[in-house]
């Protein structure tokens, strides 16, 4: 198996996990944010700007980021639907937006309202928006692997979106297993299809409990960048069953495991762990936080 010698993770429980959950305060927002950023990561996806009407729990985006203590060393991002979202990322201060378009048609009607096609005619002006505010743009593509109201997805319509989006100018692309339809096998089957020079990130679901199988797959065709969600909070709320993030403890406790660096601190991220926990106010369902690393052990009868 192909191994590299460190991997860079991005943590999206900030946006992708706490967008899932009732609304949660403004300042609980802030502690996470700034407790994650002490954990040793140097991605973080902090808010997303979208419709408040469609997703009220990132209503308070910009305040969330105007109180955020930024760390230099971190590269925060923001995702956004549409030139207004990424008008108002770049407005708030965000050098990195997240730009989301999904493989199924009918995904993408049900998050953004509109038809795939429409999203990539906006992608190059965008583009040359975000060029000009010294600013990089991610495509993320949607239900990459699946998706809860079509079915397969065929790799040959991700890999025409990321053509786009690279003609377009983004300078990066995901993947997004948004509901945990990916196995290794689709995995595969993906990377088999798209032929791209750009970076590549994944992101998976553990909803079916293939995540980290899916990350050593990718992970062994030389894919470097994953996201992942602190204590494995998270999913959309426009496709049904897209719920369990793969957990950033998880992820580290794992690749550590195997002799990869990610430069995060496995004891201080199952503690923001813990602190995730406590603000959505419910048990989370990471391994890892409930059982602690391989290397904690019992006492002796």
């Not at 946006?15 to 927002?29: H, I, M, Y």
């Not at 999904?102 to 928006?129: W, Y």
């Not at 990916?182 to 020079?197: E, I, K, S, Y």
């Amino acid at each position: 198996m192909h191994q590299p010698e460190r991997v860079t993770l991005r943590e999206v429980a900030p946006r992708d996990g706490l967008q899932n959950e009732p609304p949660v305060p403004t300042a609980d927002k802030i502690r996470l944010i700034d407790a994650l950023a002490r954990t040793g990561l140097s991605r973080i996806e902090a808010v997303s700007f979208v419709s408040p009407k469609a997703v009220p729990q990132m209503a308070d985006a910009a305040d969330v980021w105007a109180a955020v203590e930024k760390h230099p060393g971190i590269r925060y991002s923001a995702l956004a639907p549409n030139r207004r979202g990424v008008e108002r990322a770049l407005d708030a201060g965000f050098t990195a937006v997240e730009v989301v378009v999904s493989a199924s048609e009918t995904h993408n009607r049900a998050n953004v309202g509109r038809t795939v096609d429409e999203s990539l005619a906006e992608l190059p002006d965008i583009c040359a928006l975000a060029k000009e505010h010294l600013a990089a743009v991610e495509v993320i593509i949607a239900t990459s692997f699946g998706c809860p109201f079509e079915g397969d997805i065929d790799p040959g319509q991700v890999a025409r979106i990321v053509e786009a989006a690279e003609a377009a100018g983004a300078g990066r692309i995901a993947f997004g297993d948004t509901t945990g339809m990916g196995t290794p096998r689709r995995v595969t089957d993906l990377l088999d299809a798209v032929a791209t020079g750009l970076p590549m990130l994944m992101h998976f679901h553990d909803t079916r409990g293939t995540a980290l199988a899916n990350l050593l797959t990718a992970l062994d065709r030389g894919v470097t960048e994953f996201d992942a969600s602190v204590g494995g909070i998270g999913g959309c709320p426009f496709a049904p069953g897209a719920s369990g993030n793969v957990a950033t403890e998880e992820v580290v406790h794992m690749l550590h495991d195997m002799g990869v660096d990610t430069g995060v601190d496995l004891d201080a991220l199952i503690g923001t762990a813990e602190l995730a926990q406590e603000i959505v106010g419910r048990p989370l369902e990471s391994g890892v936080l409930r059982a602690g690393p391989r290397t904690r052990l019992s006492p002796k009868p």
